[in-house]
């Protein structure tokens, strides 16, 4: 896998503290993708079914465990401890829909232990953002107004809301398997199946060579029904001590959208951006 200078050790995205956030950030921007998707739709196309994703080859070499894979991956970020030493993060960039040739700017938050805040301003659409405040989840948009989430959409959004999710720690999931070695975005890639406690299981690739996460595969409940997206994460770049992928591109559907990450901090973030609007507010009973 070629590397750009930044990997090699000048600055050098999931990197984690921005990668417990830019991980869970890259699932949060699925339902903002799903919306604009709806707004600008691909031919339909049938989904693959579970079996197609998930089945491994019917020969498999010796493969190493999920654990030792995942660990190899937060060294490469950076560490553990490196990941437990921020308490929140915040970043910037942009969120792009080539087909349709719109971008628009981007505002991630997270803070310990699992609040979240997507924020996204795209030209044509407006103003549109997600966030869970450790008890609430909502979404509001001009395609969808004030929304609670509930339910299904709940439990995921805490979930994915996880702060430090990066640790893929046991307590989370049933269990983690290596289901094989494959070619993910032309890469060689070991493939992962992570079920979670809460219901589902999320599908995972790391490059074979850097150990770095390179994408997943990911359903879950939307405002739109349920929904299986496929995400590449790219050019990671250091940002304080952690590793974090700078370009994430996420497939519904055959609609593609980009987000690019310019700026990363830590620790800076004020609890107060995690509170929700007043539209919010007004269905909270």
């Not at 590397?3 to 050790?9: E, F, L, V």
């Not at 087909?99 to 981007?106: C, D, I, K, R, S």
């Not at 991630?108 to 979240?116: E, F, V």
């Not at 989840?137 to 994915?160: A, C, H, V």
């Amino acid at each position: 896998m070629t590397q750009d200078r930044s990997q090699t050790g000048c600055a050098l995205p999931a990197g984690r503290s921005m990668r417990p956030v830019l991980g869970s950030f890259a699932m949060l921007l699925v339902v903002l993708s799903v919306a604009l998707s709806a707004q600008f739709p691909a031919p339909a196309r049938p989904p693959k079914s579970t079996t197609e994703v998930l089945a491994p080859k019917a020969a498999e070499q010796s493969l190493p465990s999920a654990r030792s894979i995942v660990d190899k991956h937060l060294a490469a970020i950076g560490g553990k401890d490196a990941v437990l030493s921020h308490k929140s993060t915040s970043a910037k960039g942009t969120l792009s829909m080539p087909a349709a040739g719109m971008t628009g700017a981007l505002e991630l938050y997270g803070a310990i232990p699992n609040k979240s805040l997507v924020k996204m301003s795209l030209g044509g659409v407006g103003e549109v953002s997600e966030g869970f405040d450790g008890t609430h989840g909502w979404s509001e948009s001009p395609m969808t107004g004030p929304m609670l989430l509930e339910g299904k959409q709940l439990e995921e959004k805490r979930f994915d809301s996880e702060f430090h999710s990066e640790l893929r720690l046991d307590a989370r999931y049933t269990s983690m398997s290596t289901l094989e070695r494959t070619d993910f975005e032309g890469r060689p890639c070991y493939k992962l199946r992570l079920v979670r406690k809460t219901g589902g299981e999320d599908i995972e690739f790391y490059d074979v060579a850097t150990g770095l996460k390179a994408g997943s595969i990911t359903t879950r409940e939307t405002v739109m029904g349920r929904v299986t997206v496929t995400t590449v994460e790219a050019d990671y770049r250091k940002f304080g001590n952690l590793l974090q992928p700078t370009t994430i591109r996420s497939d519904i559907g055959g609609v593609q959208q980009v987000m690019k990450i310019s700026s990363v901090e830590y620790d800076n973030v004020d609890l107060s951006v995690f509170e929700m609007p007043a539209g919010i507010k007004a269905l909270v009973k």
